[in-house]
């Protein structure tokens, strides 16, 4: 069913109506319609849904045992030698691309067990660890486990500045009208070449053979193409240093009817351009044998995972992957 209204990334007067498919019980997400940008594969949920209706449904029901996201925060513990192989492969993509310090603010928007934070304390080492959270276990959970966390509710409490800010499956569950000040106000807490890493669900509807295999699109309110992700950082003030496609290839589960392009977003030269500047910063702030030291460390982790998927770049992937810096 064709509508009027426009895209909210595009501009795109055309939008197509399809099916919302929700596998919970909850009410909130029934009678819900995905309004699709037939032009950048940008796609929202319609009607919108209030946003203290949905508050309550994250504080109240989304890590309740009656979902499938739940978890049992009061009988959770963090494993501190654990090796997270999505975070790590974000914050080592990620690192490429900051100034090296001798000490990282790290936040996490959508924390969920925390894995991350151990993750950023194993490669980034000397960090203070921050995040954003209103679930009262988790908040507990999180000052339990992690000796040096700062706790926020609201962008309003953050008084410091930030130096990696990560959003691993959060952004697409914020309302496409929320999207453009949400980017803002990360763009105002980071220091200057600060870095923004996002990773969302590749859910291009204009993909047949996504649009009907996909299982569930609860509890998200924004679906990414990977044009259309582009497309909304850039008109943000950020510098898009890498977005490209991750994890699992579609066509493995999917139809491998699908003509797939490989996606070249980052030249070659650029990237070698980019990995030897890198080096350079390093080498003279560590000094030669510090240098090498590090190096031995971290290709130690590389080689423990460079055959994991989250590894896997390129082609039509299930997962899109983009890191920002503050200009």
Same mark, same amino acid.
């Given at each position: %069913?064709?509508? =009027? *209204?426009?895209?909210?990334?595009?501009?795109?007067?055309?939008? @197509?109506?399809?099916?919302?498919?929700? @596998?919970? @019980?909850?009410?909130?997400?029934?009678?819900?319609?995905?309004?699709?940008?037939?032009?950048?594969?940008?796609?929202?949920?319609?009607?919108?849904?209030?946003?203290?209706?949905?508050?309550?449904?994250?504080?109240?029901?989304?890590?309740?045992?009656?979902?499938? %996201?739940?978890?049992?925060?009061?009988?959770?513990?963090? +494993?501190?030698?654990?090796?997270?192989?999505?975070?790590?492969?974000?914050?080592?993509?990620?690192?490429?691309?900051?100034?090296?310090?001798?000490?990282?603010?790290?936040?996490?928007?959508?924390?969920?067990?925390?894995?991350?934070?151990?993750?950023?304390?194993?490669?980034?080492?000397?960090?203070?660890?921050? @995040?954003?959270?209103?679930?009262?276990?988790?908040?507990?959970? !999180?000052?339990?486990?992690?000796?040096?966390?700062?706790?926020?509710?609201?962008?309003?409490?953050?008084?410091?500045? %930030?130096?990696?800010?990560?959003?691993?499956?959060?952004?697409?569950?914020?309302?496409?009208?929320?999207? *453009?000040?949400?980017?803002?106000?990360?763009?105002?807490?980071?220091?200057?070449?600060?870095?923004?890493?996002?990773?969302?669900?590749?859910?291009?509807?204009?993909?047949?053979?996504?649009?009907? /295999?996909?299982?569930?699109?609860?509890?998200?309110?924004?679906?990414?193409?990977?044009?259309?992700?582009?497309?909304?950082?850039?008109?943000?003030?950020?510098?898009?240093?890498?977005?490209?496609?991750?994890?699992?290839?579609?066509?493995?589960?999917?139809?491998?009817?699908?003509?797939?392009?490989?996606?070249? /977003?980052?030249?070659?030269?650029?990237?070698?351009? +980019?990995?030897?500047?890198?080096? =350079?910063?390093?080498?003279?702030?560590?000094?030669?044998?510090?240098?090498?030291?590090?190096?031995?460390? =971290?290709?130690?982790?590389?080689?423990?995972? !460079?055959?994991?998927?989250?590894?896997?770049?390129?082609?039509?992937?299930?997962?899109?992957?983009?890191?920002?810096?503050?200009?």
């Amino acid at each position: %069913m064709k509508e =009027k *209204n426009k895209c909210l990334i595009c501009d795109n007067s055309g939008q @197509t109506s399809i099916p919302f498919l929700n @596998t919970t @019980t909850h009410t909130l997400f029934t009678n819900k319609k995905i309004s699709l940008c037939e032009k950048c594969g940008f796609g929202q949920i319609r009607p919108q849904i209030n946003t203290a209706h949905l508050n309550d449904y994250y504080e109240n029901y989304y890590r309740c045992k009656e979902n499938e %996201m739940h978890i049992d925060f009061n009988s959770s513990e963090l +494993n501190k030698t654990y090796q997270d192989y999505r975070s790590i492969s974000q914050l080592l993509l990620g690192t490429q691309y900051i100034t090296p310090k001798k000490k990282y603010h790290f936040l996490d928007l959508g924390a969920g067990l925390g894995l991350s934070f151990i993750s950023a304390k194993q490669i980034l080492k000397n960090v203070r660890l921050f @995040t954003m959270e209103n679930n009262t276990d988790a908040k507990n959970f !999180y000052k339990q486990e992690l000796d040096n966390i700062t706790i926020f509710e609201n962008f309003s409490e953050i008084k410091v500045k %930030m130096d990696i800010v990560l959003m691993s499956h959060s952004l697409e569950h914020f309302d496409a009208t929320e999207l *453009n000040n949400l980017l803002q106000n990360i763009y105002e807490i980071l220091e200057k070449d600060g870095l923004l890493i996002i990773e969302v669900p590749h859910a291009d509807f204009r993909d047949l053979s996504y649009f009907k /295999n996909r299982t569930n699109d609860t509890p998200h309110l924004s679906f990414f193409s990977l044009e259309s992700l582009k497309k909304l950082v850039e008109k943000t003030n950020f510098e898009l240093c890498f977005i490209n496609t991750a994890g699992n290839l579609l066509n493995d589960y999917f139809s491998k009817s699908q003509k797939i392009k490989r996606n070249k /977003n980052i030249p070659l030269k650029k990237f070698k351009k +980019n990995l030897f500047n890198i080096i =350079k910063k390093r080498l003279k702030y560590l000094g030669f044998f510090e240098f090498i030291r590090e190096t031995k460390t =971290k290709l130690k982790v590389k080689n423990a995972f !460079y055959e994991n998927i989250n590894f896997k770049y390129g082609d039509n992937r299930d997962l899109i992957r983009c890191i920002l810096k503050k200009k």
